[in-house]
C-alpha cells in the first residue's frame, strides 16, 4: 500500500517536472562537453596561432581528445564551436550563414559528420543580435533560416548568445527562436544566455517561461580559469537570485559559466644540480583570457651566459631551442594563470 502510494508520488512528480520544462526529450541530466570559448577566444590568425585557432582543424583534434582520452566514457558527450566560426557576411544569394572558408574548408555539416563519427554531438554558436559578441553575423531578422541551417547541418547543440540586441526583445526573441528549432524536426540542445543579459540590464528574467524554452540558461557571467571567478560564481548561485533553483529539473538547467588586467611575470630560480641549470618559469595571469605568444628576452628571466643555452620543456624534458645570448630572443605561448616551465642548460 505504501509502496504504491509512493510509486504514484514519484510519477506524479516526474509528469510535473515534464509539462513544464522544454519538452524536446534532451538534457533529462545537465549537459556535459567542451566549448571553444573559455581558452580559444576569438583567435582567428592561423598562421601564427595554428594550433589555437577557431578552425575545423581545432575542433578535429578535441573531438579526438575527448573521445581517445577517456572523457567521453565519463559522460562528456558535446563538443561546441562557440563564437568566431563565421565568415564577415551571409551567403549573397541564399542569406544562409557561413563559416569562414579559409578557417572552415570543409564546411560544416563535414564537421558535424567527423563529430558523430567519434560517438560525440556537434553544437554551434549564433547571437540573437545583429551581430554576434565578436562581430559577425547575427541571426536578428534570420531565427528560421538559421534555425533551419543548423538542422540541415546535422547540429545537435545551439548556443544562442544575446550581443548587440535590446534585452527587452529577449522574451520573444528567444521564445521565437525555440519555436523555430522546434519546427525543424530535429532535436537540439538549446542553450540560451536569455537571463543574464536581462539581469545585467537590471530586467527581473521570467524564468518560468526560460523554462520553458531552454533546455539550459547562463544567468551569470563567464568563467574564466581563475579561483576568484570560481568562487564568484559559486556565489552568486549561493545566493539564488530570483529563486532560479525552482526552475532547476531534468530537461532545464540554470548554467553556471571575469578576470582583468594583463600580467605577465617572469622568474627564475638557479638549480643546484645539474651544475649550470636553470629553472624558469614564465607565469601569465588575467586577461585576453586566451593563449598569448609572449616574447622573451633570455637576459630577462637571468639567462646571462654569454655562451647561450639550450632550453628544454621543464615537465617533458623534450629540446626546444638554443639560445645563443643574452639578447637573443624567443617566444613562448602562455595559457591565461598558465605557468610554461623551463629548463635551461648553458652551452
Ligand atoms: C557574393 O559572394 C561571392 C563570394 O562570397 C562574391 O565573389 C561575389 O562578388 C558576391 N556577389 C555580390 C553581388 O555581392
Ligand atoms: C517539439 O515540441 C513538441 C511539443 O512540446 C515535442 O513533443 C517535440 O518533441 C518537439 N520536437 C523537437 C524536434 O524538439
Ligand atoms: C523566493 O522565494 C521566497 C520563499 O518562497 C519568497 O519569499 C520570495 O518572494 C521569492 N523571491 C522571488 C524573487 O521570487
Ligand atoms: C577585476 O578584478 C578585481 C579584483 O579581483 C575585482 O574587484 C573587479 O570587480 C574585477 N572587474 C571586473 C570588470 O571583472
Request: proline share 6%.
Amino acid at each position: 500500500m505504501i509502496k504504491r502510494y509512493y510509486r504514484i508520488l514519484v510519477t506524479l512528480a516526474i509528469t510535473l517536472h515534464i509539462s513544464t520544462a522544454l519538452d524536446n526529450g534532451l538534457t533529462l541530466t545537465p549537459p556535459m562537453g567542451w566549448l571553444t570559448w573559455e581558452r580559444f577566444r576569438c583567435i582567428t590568425d592561423c598562421k601564427t596561432q595554428p594550433e589555437s585557432c577557431i578552425s575545423e582543424n581545432l575542433i578535429k583534434t578535441m573531438a579526438d581528445r575527448l573521445a581517445h582520452d577517456g572523457y567521453k566514457d565519463v559522460g562528456y558527450e558535446y563538443i561546441i564551436l562557440d563564437d568566431c566560426w563565421l565568415a564577415n557576411e551571409r551567403d549573397n544569394i541564399s542569406l544562409k550563414l557561413q563559416p569562414d572558408p579559409d578557417r572552415f574548408p570543409s564546411g560544416i555539416s563535414n564537421l558535424a559528420d567527423y563529430v558523430h563519427q567519434q560517438g560525440l554531438k556537434f553544437g554551434i554558436y549564433a547571437d540573437f543580435g545583429v551581430k554576434t559578441c565578436g562581430g559577425y553575423p547575427g541571426s536578428e531578422f534570420y531565427l528560421q533560416l538559421d534555425a533551419q541551417t543548423f538542422a540541415d547541418w546535422g547540429v545537435d547543440y545551439v548556443k544562442f548568445d544575446g550581443c548587440n540586441s535590446d534585452p527587452e526583445d529577449m522574451d520573444f526573441g528567444y521564445t521565437t527562436f525555440g519555436f523555430y528549432l522546434n519546427e525543424t524536426g530535429r532535436p537540439m540542445v538549446y542553450s540560451c544566455e536569455w537571463p543574464l543579459y536581462q539581469s545585467l540590464a537590471g530586467i527581473e528574467p521570467d524564468y518560468s517561461s526560460i523554462q520553458k524554452t531552454c533546455n539550459l540558461w547562463r544567468n551569470h557571467v563567464d568563467v574564466e580559469d581563475s579561483w576568484d571567478s570560481i568562487q564568484s560564481i559559486i556565489k552568486y548561485y549561493g545566493e539564488d537570485y530570483n529563486n532560479m533553483s525552482m526552475y532547476a529539473q531534468p530537461g532545464a538547467w540554470n548554467d553556471p559559466d571575469m578576470i582583468n588586467g594583463t600580467v605577465i611575470e617572469i622568474w627564475s630560480r638557479p638549480l643546484m644540480e645539474p651544475k649550470g641549470s636553470l629553472a624558469i618559469a614564465l607565469l601569465q595571469m588575467s586577461n585576453p583570457g586566451a593563449p598569448t605568444v609572449v616574447t622573451v628576452q633570455a637576459a630577462d628571466p637571468t639567462l646571462n651566459n654569454a655562451g647561450g643555452y639550450t632550453l628544454y620543456e621543464g615537465f617533458t624534458g623534450l629540446k626546444i631551442l638554443d639560445i645563443k645570448g643574452p639578447h637573443d630572443e624567443f617566444q613562448v605561448s602562455v595559457n591565461p594563470n598558465g605557468v610554461v616551465l623551463f629548463v635551461a642548460r648553458s652551452l
